[in-house]
């Protein structure tokens, strides 16, 4: 039988829902303002690629033809996120751990590689 929380449990839980409601809310802000900023083309055209994504090297495919140099930071650090969250939905529908980042003696995954380009 599970036991009733605190008044104080009760409180945290509350607390960190509501913060977490927060920050999505804020995250779909900044989505939005970067789809529609002057990086749109290359954002729309990742979210797009992101809705179906299949493959991790279409993906890196995809990344390497862009000039991730002419982007500001906030940019891609929403790109970024983005394709965490994508990579991570699609390991989970294969039956994988959503993460699992290579090792240093490992060839870097999906998610490593990108983020190297993103950030070179």
Known sequence: MARLKSAKEQKKLADDARLLRVWHARHREQREEALAGPHRVVMGQLMAILKDLHSAR?????IEAQ???AINADTQL???HEINAA????????GQEPI???LW???PRAFQVIRSIIHE
């Not at 279409?58 to 995809?62: D, E």
């Open 105 to 107: 003696h490992q060839p």
């Open 87 to 94: 990579i991570m939905r699609l390991r989970e529908r294969a």
């Open 78 to 80: 929403i790109a970024l």
């Open 58 to 62: 279409a993906l890196i495919v995809f």
């Open 67 to 69: 000039n991730w140099a």
């Open 100 to 102: 699992d980042d290579a």
